[in-house]
């Protein structure tokens, strides 16, 4: 499976936010019960004194705090789940934030852990709305409380680790990255790394450079994502034992999930740290392919015909075939299973593609047990991750929405004026010039992406 460049804290949970409708999980907040006070009788020898009674002083005015409203679908199917959809994978690196919205309003997705692309050390300066930090603090100053940020250096697991990076930079390049954040956004603002793709490397999963990026996500109070391999998955038990204040999120291909699912499910109830995120890309599965990846080219168009001709024509077995495939698990440990898309193909964000991706997901929920349809949609996320994070309203994101995509001799001339070699990785000074040449043309760099 290919994934995608991924360019896109205080989490708030939702009893600390109130309103929401009946069918929301309850607060977790703690509402004290009354003390029985000590009835203590006055000694019979002990003159009574009289108080003058005390001037009250004023109550402080309450904080008032801002709400969000857990909302429903628009798009709704007979026979499906139709509740709201908290989404955990989401791999968007390469949607349109300004469009992506309106595909989650439309099928009542409120929440998202999203796996954001963002590389080099960010500059406050240097901020654009299209591209790295600057894209997701854009994004949650237009949808506060509705975004869960992770991040990745934006580069594949299969290019990590055909140019030795694992070994070499990549604990450095979320280090800088995470650190360059926090004093733009906030410390309680980057969320999460994710999504680590272990599955791509030779080395097991608890590799000493995997821990290395586990301990600094711990260090930070902050989550982690990663896709284990069944052959590996002795090395999650490790983890998570290992880490028992981490939260981690996984997912697996759907072969890797028939071979370790009894592994797994020993593991998610033993482990409260543990969640696993069922997602549309996996439940979308036709002749051991995922057909979202299958499917990606470099011809958009066609890339949709495809992908749509085969949905319409498999959807009830693909149906079927993740109901077997994911109903033991939520049987199992209903309240450690979550929902997403993983969907990361340009193509993919198409409404004909992203609608039918949802779709099919609410009917695979709809065939789990009634009282597990609302914990896989949203509430598991909600109790275990609760709801996105706001941000200064102050922090100047550039408005790119004007801008052209670059072209190759202005990207040339940018290259050129400030020094930058071949390659993927750029120095802060060099990352920092770029930009700003780059807001100087106003114009959009042309992020290349992975195709099937």
Not at 21 to 42: K, L, Q
Not at 122 to 127: F, G, K, M, S, V
Not at 143 to 152: G, V
Not at 317 to 333: E, H, Q, R
Request: proline share 5%; hydrophobic share 40%; aromatic share 10%.
């Amino acid at each position: 499976m290919k994934k995608q460049v991924m360019v896109f804290l205080a989490i708030l949970m939702i009893f600390g936010y109130g309103c929401v409708p009946e069918n929301a999980p309850p607060t977790a907040e703690s509402i004290p019960s009354p003390e029985n006070e000590a009835m203590r009788p006055a000694a019979e020898e002990e003159p009574i004194i009289k108080e003058e009674p005390a001037i009250a002083e004023p109550e402080p005015v309450a904080e008032k705090k801002e709400t969000f409203q857990i909302f429903n679908p628009a798009l709704t199917y007979e026979g499906a789940y139709n509740g709201p959809l908290y989404a955990t994978s989401e791999q968007v690196g390469s949607a349109s934030m300004d469009t992506y919205f309106e595909l989650l309003d439309q099928n009542g997705i409120n929440f998202f852990i999203g796996m954001f692309g963002i590389s080099g050390e960010p500059q406050a300066e240097t901020l654009t709305a299209d591209l790295g930090l600057g894209e997701v603090i854009d994004a949650v100053q237009k949808h506060p409380h509705r975004i869960i940020p992770f991040f990745n250096p934006g580069i594949g697991g299969e290019e990590i680790e055909e140019e030795g990076y694992l070994k070499t930079d990549l604990f450095n390049w979320y280090k800088n990255t995470l650190t360059a954040s926090k004093k733009i956004a906030g410390n309680d603002f980057i969320r999460g790394f994710g999504e680590v793709e272990t599955q791509e490397w030779s080395v097991r999963h608890n590799d000493p450079k995997i821990i290395e990026l586990i301990n600094l996500a711990r260090n930070n109070n902050i989550d982690f994502m990663f896709h284990p391999v069944a052959s590996k998955f002795g090395d999650v038990k490790k983890i998570v034992e290992a880490y028992p204040n981490t939260n981690f999120i996984i997912h697996m291909f759907r072969e890797d999930l028939e071979k370790s699912k009894i592994e797994l499910i020993k593991v998610l109830k033993e482990h409260d740290n543990l969640y696993f995120s069922m997602d549309a890309a996996h439940i979308l599965f036709v002749d051991g392919n995922d057909i979202i990846y299958t499917y990606d080219s470099a011809n958009k168009q066609s890339s949709i015909s495809k992908f749509v001709s085969t949905y319409d024509s498999k959807e009830q077995s693909m149906i079927n075939g993740a109901v077997k495939a994911y109903k033991p698990l939520v049987d199992a440990v209903p309240d450690k299973v979550m929902w997403g898309t993983e969907i990361g193909p340009e193509y993919a964000f198409d409404p004909q593609v992203f609608d039918r991706a949802v779709k099919i997901s609410r009917f695979v929920i709809a065939g789990f047990d009634k009282e597990h349809q609302e914990l896989v949609g949203y509430k598991n996320a909600l109790n275990g991750f609760g709801q996105g994070v706001v941000v200064d309203a102050n922090i100047k994101v550039l408005d790119t929405s004007s801008w052209q995509d670059c072209t190759d001799d202005q990207m040339g001339d940018c290259d050129e004026s400030c020094k930058i070699p071949d390659g993927d990785v750029l120095t802060a000074e060099q990352e920092k010039c770029f930009q700003s040449c780059l807001i100087e043309k106003q114009c959009k760099e042309i992020v290349e992406m992975d195709v099937g």
